[in-house]
């Protein structure tokens, strides 16, 4: 469940909540100020729901224009998709259409639930600086190679869940 509100910026009219297009069209049409004039302009608010679904409303901009693409896509995307263009959007400034591009389509490296630390230790196990012995390994520098990997990495916490990303 996600719940949205809908701010006039009339300030002399009165805003509601909603959960749905339908609701907030309703609503919308139903909306007048003290002079009873109708109000046309709404802010609009991320209220309450899932926190990965806070983050995507932010990455997304939401407003009016695009509540119902909003609303759809937080039913129809799973959490990877959303932190995909969370990062793509909201961190690498990618520009994307909701209602036409894919979400696949965003060139983005995520690791989740690790550090960099972390990412070099599997960049090492996967062989990725080539085959190591294995009495080698106790003398590799890991933070070092974190430290590499930041110029082209970043580290970041997503509604609770930690991401490394690099885009491409």
């Known amino acids: 469940m996600t719940l949205l509100f809908a701010q006039p ?3 002399s009219a009165s805003g509601f909540f909603f959960e749905t297009i339908d ?3 309703e609503r919308a049409a139903k909306a007048v100020n003290s002079f009873g004039e109708r109000v046309e302009e709404f802010e609009i608010q991320f209220i309450d729901g899932e926190g990965i679904d806070a983050a995507f409303a932010k990455a997304v901009g939401l407003n009016q224009a695009n509540i119902g693409t909003f609303l759809d896509l937080v039913d129809e ?4 998709d959303k932190r995909r263009f969370i990062v793509a959007v909201g961190e690498c400034g990618y520009s ?3 209602e036409g591009d894919a979400i696949c389509d965003l060139d983005v490296d995520l690791y989740e639930g690790m550090s960099l630390r972390e990412l070099a230790e599997e960049f090492v196990d996967e062989g990725l600086f080539g085959e190591i012995p294995e009495n080698l390994r106790f003398y590799i520098d890991y933070d070092a190679i974190a430290r590499d990997l930041a110029m082209d990495y970043v580290e970041t916490e997503i509604a609770g ?3 490394v990303y690099r885009c491409a």
């Open 9 to 11: 910026y009339d300030v």
């Open 23 to 25: 609701q907030y069209e």
């Open 77 to 80: 995307w799973d959490e990877d």
């Open 96 to 98: 994307f259409d909701l």
């Open 161 to 163: 869940t930690r991401l």
